[in-house]
């Protein structure tokens, strides 16, 4: 039996591995297997703790501290999408929605324009805020006409086809903070907007969900993507005279 479930493991892992869900692992599992032979919860609490980094296939020793909490796995999961609701987290990890909200609250991660955030940024943080924001305003003050510009620094962010079209346009790439959804007009303008379309509506299909974007995106108007760009200098001297913190 033991060595059965130990099988079972390095199967999971394999799948895990190879980028399967844990719905199609466990599929995979019964097929071969037989049901019943794992449940899809126990390969979801694998699944977790495999995000989180931790391999070790034998059963923890119940006595002593786990190796990976349930923090730690809300923390990786955060990490590779920081755009995940309550519910996909729960959907991720296998950890109840109580729990996830428990331990959101215990790390001091806040929602911040639809983007999970430290919400006790530390001083480094706030400081590299600060700087960049009042950088920028210099930067406005000198040349308030500023053309439109991107959010990411290129040499890490931004692809070879889109840094060719911002050259091709002559547009400024500005310093852009981690942690801060609320100088990203995606985040603050672009993604508010778009789930305001979104409400009420339902969709049968892919296709269909596709129409509504490309619908969405036709319908907006050239002043609609200045009057985001355009919030920034404002949004900018906030964080200065906040000190850093979020605007809310």
């Known amino acids: 039996m033991e060595s059965q479930k130990m099988h079972l493991r390095h199967v999971t892992l394999h799948c895990f591995r190879k980028g399967n869900s844990a719905k199609d692992t466990t599929g995979e599992i019964f097929t071969v297997y037989g049901s019943g032979t794992t449940t899809i919860r126990t390969v979801r609490n694998w699944f977790g703790k495999f995000r989180a980094g931790n391999f070790e296939l034998k059963d923890e020793d119940r006595s002593g ?3 990976t909490t349930d ?3 809300i923390k990786t999961v955060l990490t590779e999408n920081p755009r995940y609701s309550v519910l996909e987290i729960v959907d991720a990890t296998n950890i109840p929605e109580t729990t996830v909200h428990k331990h959101l609250i215990k790390i001091g991660y806040a929602n911040r324009y639809e983007v999970w955030v430290p ?5 480094t943080g706030l400081m590299n805020r600060v700087s960049t924001c009042d950088l920028l ?5 000198r040349d308030p006409f ?8 290129p040499e890490l962010h931004v692809a070879l086809a889109v840094r060719q079209k911002l050259l091709q346009f002559d547009w400024d790439v500005l310093p852009y903070p981690p942690y ?3 100088l990203a007009p995606s985040d603050y303008y672009l993604f508010l907007s778009l789930k305001n379309s979104l409400c009420g ?6 296709s269909e969900i596709k129409t509504h974007l490309d619908e969405y995106f036709t319908s907006k108007l050239k002043r609609f993507w200045k009057e985001g760009i355009m919030r920034l200098p404002e949004r900018w001297k ?11």
């Open 180 to 182: 801060s959804p609320d």
């Open 137 to 141: 305003l210099q930067r406005h003050e």
């Open 146 to 153: 500023l053309k439109p510009v991107a959010e990411k620094r």
């Open 201 to 206: 509506k339902s969709f049968k299909s892919i």
């Open 119 to 123: 919400h006790l940024l530390r001083e």
């Open 71 to 73: 923090t730690d796995i």
């Open 65 to 67: 501290r786990p190796a």
């Open 238 to 248: 906030k964080v200065v005279e906040q000190n850093g913190s979020y605007i809310t």
